[in-house]
């Protein structure tokens, strides 16, 4: 049983390879979307209850997590026309993740996120967002602004934990903790 966190960050994982190719499938996607973000909930919530946080969980949720918001992120592209500023705000934001992934390889030698609140907020709202926009495109401006500027304040303060930190924290909350 103290495997199931992983077995759920890898089940995400397969799932959101297969959003790439089914955005043209609403029904199936929107069953894999919620069965995604299921395991995104479920899988920290054990790991944390069952005392099973290991390293290679860490880096399979954020492996998941990377490849399940671009998954959604290109869907929604797919399906719904967006303005010339929004993928300017996507590639920004694009840019810092990566930049983070290298300054945390280079300093800490070691690829991954940070779990902040920050960034899960950020995944949250991304999460709920994108499910309304996949039913209503009524409010996708205000949604898309409100992801975008919470995902990269995130981006950012994931930045500077890591240019300012002295060792690695995987699960560190905030930049003023």
């Not at 960050?9 to 955005?23: G, H």
């Amino acid at each position: 049983m103290k495997r199931l966190p992983n077995i759920l960050s890898a089940v995400r994982l397969i799932l959101s390879v297969a959003l790439f190719f089914l955005s043209g499938c609403k029904v199936v996607w929107f069953v894999l979307f919620i069965v995604c973000g299921i395991t995104d909930i479920l899988d920290g919530i054990i790991a944390r209850v069952w005392n099973a946080v290991t390293p290679l969980g860490a880096r399979l949720d954020s492996i998941a997590d990377t490849v399940f918001f671009c998954a959604v992120a290109i869907s929604l592209f797919i399906q719904i026309p967006a303005k010339g500023i929004v993928y300017g705000f996507a590639c920004v934001i694009i840019a810092v993740r990566l930049v983070n992934l290298f300054i945390g390889r280079l300093k800490f030698d070691r690829w991954g996120g940070i779990h902040t609140a920050g960034n899960k907020w950020a995944g949250v709202l991304f999460f709920v967002c994108a499910f309304f926009c996949m039913l209503t495109q009524e409010y996708i401006a205000i949604f898309t602004e409100i992801i975008l500027a919470v995902t990269l304040l995130a981006a950012l303060e994931e930045m500077m934990i890591l240019l300012t930190a002295k060792e690695y924290e995987e699960n560190r909350r905030s930049f003023f903790r």
